[in-house]
């Protein structure tokens, strides 16, 4: 399975840079390793947890009635204030008829709210589903989510990046990114789950591996 490193294009490198984030987010990532963020998790042959929350227009659709015996991609998303997951949208938008032909369907957890949950849904298309995770509920269940810590708070309010007002929350919390392939059992068949953001399987690759189920 290949892992992508979004590139971004030389003038974002270059304002990354000099506001010193490259530097910062490796110390981040650092720190998430230490803490084993992201190792208990839901695993491979483990039933995925069903939960309910509510898409993009309000209505509540749970996990287990959205794969109704079909195989499905869960992917957990920062939302569009990250230009890492905001590729990995655009590019599930690009595998989504590839996806509809091996059978499958995604559906995109993030804890975006409102204007912004509605712009993700129109990224990826209506061929998959967005689900609005209020406080982060489903991925601190899953495992999925850890303090921000107020050294980032600040860095990101610094850039006019305000989490509380993105996630309609000033709980701190940020998800980690994650990718699963559920078969329409509800076992999990395939897992990513890294603390470094910056790194996500390619959607196609994944398509590959649903199609190859069946």
Not at 6 to 11: F, G, I, Q, R, T
Not at 112 to 132: F, K, R, V, W, Y
Request: charged share 20%.
């Amino acid at each position: 399975m290949t892992i992508i490193r979004p590139k971004l294009d030389p003038e974002a490198e270059a304002a990354v840079a000099a506001l010193g984030f490259a530097s910062v987010y490796d110390d981040f990532i650092a720190r998430l390793q230490s803490l084993n963020v992201g190792k208990v998790m839901p695993r491979v042959g483990e039933v995925f947890p069903n939960f309910s929350l509510p898409d993009a227009s309000g209505r509540y659709r749970s996990i287990h009635k959205l794969h109704d015996g079909r195989p499905i991609v869960i992917s957990f998303n920062r939302g569009l204030w990250c230009r890492f997951c905001v590729h990995e949208l655009q590019s599930w938008a690009v595998a989504a008829p590839a996806l509809e032909k091996a059978g499958g369907r995604l559906i995109v957890v993030t804890g975006e709210i409102g204007d912004g949950a509605s712009a993700i849904q129109d990224i990826i298309g209506p061929t998959a589903t967005l689900l609005c995770d209020v406080d982060h509920g489903a991925a601190l269940a899953c495992g999925l989510a850890f303090p921000v810590g107020d050294e980032m708070k600040r860095r990101y309010l610094a850039i006019e990046l305000d989490l509380a007002a993105i996630y309609g929350s000033d709980g701190g919390f940020l998800p980690i990114p994650a990718t699963f392939v559920v078969g329409g059992d509800g076992v999990i068949r395939y897992a990513h789950v890294d603390p470094d953001f910056r790194l996500r399987p390619e959607p196609l690759d994944v398509v590959a591996f649903l199609a190859a189920m069946r």
